[in-house]
């Protein structure tokens, strides 16, 4: 009997021993940071080259997209006046890539002339002048010498329309009345630009009259 109560006393101290050292264990120590807290840290090339082309990748995607890969350029005018070219300007320059003022000597008609055609001889032309006279018609003159010799002057006019009506009163007195250009040299103003291929620059510059536009080779613009 004495055995049997020993061996049980001794199972129960170890199981009370066991269950001590369970309750009573130490707690695991604190992870140490692998580096200080002021100290960078380390980035291996392959993950900083995926993070660059995952930035690239957005940037592109949130970059606005230009009119056209083949710009179209052009040269706008020529407009009437300096007032006339910046006021063109001040409109087009939000719808386009790029804009410039050009200043350009052209040949054009600088007015328009009205003349009898020559006559055979001075005396013939003379003769005409005092016939015109006789008519009314006093706004002439006689031109007796130079490429024009033995024509009647009847004027030079800015207006096509009032040349034009000069010519055809003229001719119903009964004389071969001729109208012409006066061709010089003038001062035009152009705004070369860059613009998408289907831009339409008439649609926008619809009160400027006599304006036109052409295409020009895009380097012209650099």
């Not at 604190?30 to 082309?53: F, G, H, I, K, Y």
């Not at 940037?59 to 020529?78: F, H, K, L, W, Y």
């Not at 009898?116 to 005409?128: H, K, T």
């Not at 705004?191 to 304006?211: E, I, K, N, R, S």
Request: hydrophobic share 45%; glycine share 6%; net charge negative.
């Amino acid at each position: 009997m004495l055995p049997r109560a020993l061996v049980l006393l001794l199972v129960v101290m170890n199981l009370g021993a066991l269950a001590w050292w369970a309750l009573h264990a130490p707690n695991a120590p604190a992870a140490v940071p692998a580096t200080d807290a002021n100290t960078p840290t380390l980035t291996l090339l392959s993950e900083t080259e995926n993070a660059q082309r995952k930035g690239s990748s957005e940037e592109m995607a949130a970059a606005p997209v230009p009119d056209s890969a083949t710009p179209r350029c052009q040269s706008i005018g020529p407009f009437a006046s300096p007032a006339d070219v910046r006021r063109a300007s001040d409109i087009l320059s939000p719808l386009v890539g790029r804009i410039r003022q050009r200043d350009a000597t052209a040949t054009a008609a600088t007015g328009y002339r009205v003349f009898v055609a020559a006559l055979a001889s001075r005396d013939a032309a003379l003769d005409a002048a005092r016939q015109l006279k006789a008519k009314g018609l006093n706004d002439y003159y006689v031109v007796t010498s130079g490429d024009q010799q033995n024509t009647i002057s009847l004027g030079l006019f800015q207006d096509l329309a009032n040349a034009t009506t000069r010519r055809d009163d003229v001719r119903k007195l009964g004389f071969d009345a001729r109208l012409e250009p006066k061709v010089g040299p003038v001062q035009q103003l152009w705004l070369d630009v860059t613009v998408a291929p289907d831009f339409d620059w008439h649609a926008h510059l619809t009160d400027f009259p006599g304006v036109g536009a052409q295409d020009v080779a895009c380097p012209a613009l650099h």
